[in-house]
């Protein structure tokens, strides 16, 4: 099994950053995509980036991209979510999440393993 436990949210102003991070552990090597979810109040759960381990490739949602940047430690098996420019619309519960595709995916179905979450409030 994986082990995920997401770190680093808490309340920024708008226009603020956050960096959030996620450790992973176990049998980690079986699951090649990490992502990072978030899920507001009323609203479904949605994409928001994702990376694969190896080499790094990346998938950004529109709503994020050049706000965003998704990395990874592999030595660390630490995925970071850094967050700039944040609005109020980002405040959500966010998740880190793990699956065993080849590509950085959006649906959160293909994610076998998810964290507890973390949340993440921006104020206005």
């Known amino acids: 099994q994986v082990q995920l436990v997401e770190s680093g949210g808490g309340l920024v102003q708008a226009g603020g950053s956050l960096r959030l991070s996620c450790a992973a552990s176990g049998r980690t090597f079986s699951y090649y995509i990490m992502g990072w979810f978030r899920q507001a109040p009323g609203k479904e759960r949605e994409f928001v980036a994702a990376i694969r381990w190896s080499g790094g490739s990346t998938n950004y949602a529109d709503s994020v991209k050049g706000r965003f940047t998704i990395s990874r430690d592999n030595a660390k098996n630490t995925v970071y979510l850094q967050m700039n420019s944040l609005k109020p619309e980002d405040t959500a519960v966010y998740y880190c999440?793990?699956?065993?595709?080849?590509?950085?995916?959006?649906?959160?179905?293909?994610?076998?393993?998810w964290g507890q979450g973390t949340q993440v409030t921006v104020s206005s």
């Open positions: 999440a793990a699956d065993g595709g080849l590509v950085p995916t959006t649906a959160p179905s293909r994610y076998n393993y």
